[in-house]
């Protein structure tokens, strides 16, 4: 369950792109949170009843199989936020949502994202933007999935995490949730988290992994990496 805390810093790009006046508006109604990894925050088909605007927690999407398998659509960190059928009328998405980094986030409730959506303010201009960098990471992720091979994935995997997990030294996790976030059996994550780690790639300690040669894991992963990273940067510096 997510923790109160006290309010920090504001990291998330969209909160941070608006007006003081229009943050002011937001301000009584958003709650600083502390999530904590595995957390699940929303199940496939369930109503909405926050949107996150994460500023230091990652969170994880999921898709699911009726076997219970799952494996990850998209990532989303401080570029975005979680809770997009909220302001689209749906109300629901068909993924499992869950806490892949602990941090904090600003929580806002569904009704009032709504309400201020319908303003058709800053807020909602920055939401729509928004919208168009999560099809391309689901659209992006579905690609890589079908033609690049585990390596290259578990690469573009990592730096995406770090690029978004940069205040922590290294990244925590286990094979097990890696693997799932990959679609992977954890034998073969293994053995491709140990030869990266052998070339000299990362360091893998008790689920803690290190990177230790950034253009190295750069060179070994797929251009998804790339197209990624571009897309959110030219999306995130549109918000400004």
Not at 118 to 141: A, N, P
Not at 171 to 185: D, K, P, Q, R
Not at 186 to 213: C, M
């Amino acid at each position: 369950m997510a923790s109160p805390v006290r309010p920090s810093a504001l990291q998330n790009r969209i909160l941070a792109a608006l007006s003081g006046k229009e943050r002011q508006r937001l301000a009584p109604d958003l709650e600083t949170v502390l999530l904590k990894r595995g957390e699940v925050l929303c199940e496939p088909g369930e109503a909405l009843r926050h949107a996150y605007f994460p500023d230091t927690v990652l969170f994880s999407l999921r898709s699911l199989t009726e076997r219970g398998e799952s494996v990850e659509v998209g990532l989303l960190g401080h570029e975005g936020v979680l809770g997009i059928p909220i302001f689209l009328g749906s109300r629901t998405m068909p993924f499992r949502a869950t806490v892949q980094i602990a941090g904090s986030a600003r929580r806002l409730q569904a009704s009032r994202l709504r309400e201020e959506f319908d303003r058709c303010g800053e807020l909602h201009k920055l939401l729509l933007r928004s919208v168009h960098l999560q099809v391309v990471q689901l659209s992006q992720t579905s690609a890589c999935s079908r033609f690049h091979t585990l390596r290259q994935r578990l690469c573009r995997w990592l730096l995406l995490a770090d690029e978004r997990d940069r205040e922590m030294e290294g990244l925590l996790f286990t094979h097990e949730l890696l693997s799932e976030a990959l679609g992977v059996n954890r034998s073969s994550l293994s053995e491709a988290a140990a030869l990266l780690q052998k070339e000299g790639l990362i360091q893998y300690k008790r689920g803690h992994i290190t990177i230790l040669a950034r253009q190295a894991l750069l060179a070994a992963a797929c251009e998804c990496y790339g197209i990624l990273t571009n897309e959110s940067k030219r999306v995130v510096k549109n918000y400004e």
